[in-house]
């Protein structure tokens, strides 16, 4: 058994994890999403009740290991994308130096994540998740609205086709370095649909050795679509499988939840931080 309850079935109901919500920016924007700090209500991605500072961190995670010890996993999630903000590595030095015994996970959309995964892999990252929702720039373009690089804000296709460039790039050093990579796609009839069995083409070949498909959380620009039929996402997984396996139990987490998924979770409004 894999022992991170997002990268293993066996694992989901066992093991416990931990977001820690330090990262409130992003580097791109999505077309389906909103990010929202102060959030008590929503229990999806993209939400906390507020942000931590990395000095904060020791401090939290000794207050959550008190209260559920079945946590193994401390991971970055957002609100915005970990690898945007500084306060990540921050962070994760923090849980290197003073929790050796927990494994580190980190999520982002990878537009970053070449040029970042050298300081992931010096505070011991052992988990990675990247977003990938395209196999194509003009699938990419009507997803993600634009990307800021260094200086540049790309929009549509020219964005989207660095951004795949990027997120493969990335997949395939993490996955030499020996990190294990999984790779979550959002499901959105209409849009990217015909393209997931090349999307799980891809991160395969890159090195990803799990795909977890999510539905379609209808948000921002996306509020008026429809999420997929259950029938959709059974079709999805199975093309998708032909490439590499599917995790199945995922919980579309908030940024700053933690627990076992499986069990049932918690998260920062749960706590009188």
Same mark, same amino acid.
Request: charged share 25%.
């Given at each position: 058994?894999?022992?991170?309850?997002?990268?293993?079935?066996?694992?989901?109901?066992?093991?416990?994890?931990?977001?820690?919500?330090?990262?409130?920016?992003?580097?791109?924007?999505?077309?389906?999403?909103?990010?929202?700090?102060?959030?008590?209500?929503?229990?999806?991605?993209?939400?906390?009740?507020?942000?931590?500072?990395?000095?904060?961190?020791?401090?939290?995670?000794?207050?959550?290991?008190?209260?559920?010890?079945?946590?193994?996993?401390?991971?970055?999630?957002?609100? %915005?994308? #970990? *690898?945007?903000? $500084?306060?990540?590595? /921050?962070?994760?030095?923090?849980?290197? =130096?003073?929790?050796?015994?927990? &494994?580190?996970?980190?999520?982002?959309?990878?537009?970053?994540?070449?040029?970042?995964?050298?300081?992931?892999?010096?505070?011991?990252?052992?988990?990675?998740?990247?977003?990938?929702?395209?196999?194509?720039?003009?699938?990419?373009?009507?997803?993600?609205?634009?990307?800021?690089?260094?200086?540049?804000?790309?929009?549509?296709?020219? %964005?989207? #086709? *660095?951004?795949? $460039?990027?997120?493969? /790039?990335?997949?395939?050093?993490?996955? =030499?370095?020996?990190?294990?990579? &999984?790779?979550?796609?959002?499901?959105?009839?209409?849009?990217?649909?015909?393209?997931?069995?090349?999307?799980?083409?891809?991160?395969?070949?890159?090195?990803?050795?799990?795909?977890?498909?999510?539905?379609?959380?209808?948000?921002?620009?996306?509020?008026?679509?429809?999420?997929?039929?259950?029938?959709?996402?059974?079709?999805?997984?199975?093309? #998708?499988?032909?490439?590499?396996?599917?995790?199945?139990?995922?919980?579309?987490?908030?940024?700053?939840?933690?627990?076992?998924?499986?069990?049932?979770?918690?998260?920062?409004?749960?706590?009188?931080?």
């Amino acid at each position: 058994m894999i022992r991170h309850p997002c990268f293993d079935e066996k694992a989901h109901r066992l093991v416990g994890r931990l977001h820690l919500p330090v990262a409130p920016r992003c580097n791109i924007q999505c077309a389906y999403c909103e990010r929202k700090i102060g959030c008590v209500h929503d229990n999806r991605p993209g939400v906390s009740a507020r942000i931590i500072r990395p000095s904060e961190v020791k401090g939290y995670i000794t207050q959550i290991l008190s209260f559920e010890p079945r946590i193994e996993v401390v991971g970055v999630a957002g609100p %915005g994308d #970990a *690898l945007a903000n $500084e306060e990540t590595f /921050e962070a994760l030095k923090v849980v290197k =130096e003073h929790f050796p015994e927990l &494994k580190i996970c980190v999520a982002t959309n990878g537009l970053a994540l070449p040029h970042k995964l050298p300081q992931l892999l010096e505070v011991g990252m052992k988990f990675l998740t990247v977003t990938v929702n395209a196999a194509t720039p003009e699938t990419g373009g009507r997803l993600v609205r634009f990307i800021k690089d260094g200086g540049q804000r790309l929009i549509g296709p020219s %964005g989207a #086709a *660095l951004l795949l $460039e990027r997120q493969l /790039e990335g997949i395939a050093l993490a996955a =030499e370095a020996g990190v294990r990579v &999984k790779v979550n796609t959002v499901l959105v009839p209409g849009i990217n649909d015909r393209e997931i069995a090349e999307i799980a083409r891809l991160v395969a070949r890159a090195g990803a050795s799990l795909m977890n498909i999510i539905p379609l959380i209808p948000l921002g620009e996306f509020r008026r679509f429809k999420p997929p039929t259950k029938e959709e996402i059974t079709r999805a997984r199975r093309e #998708a499988a032909r490439f590499m396996p599917q995790f199945l139990s995922c919980k579309r987490c908030r940024a700053d939840a933690f627990g076992v998924p499986g069990l049932g979770d918690f998260s920062l409004k749960c706590l009188a931080l």
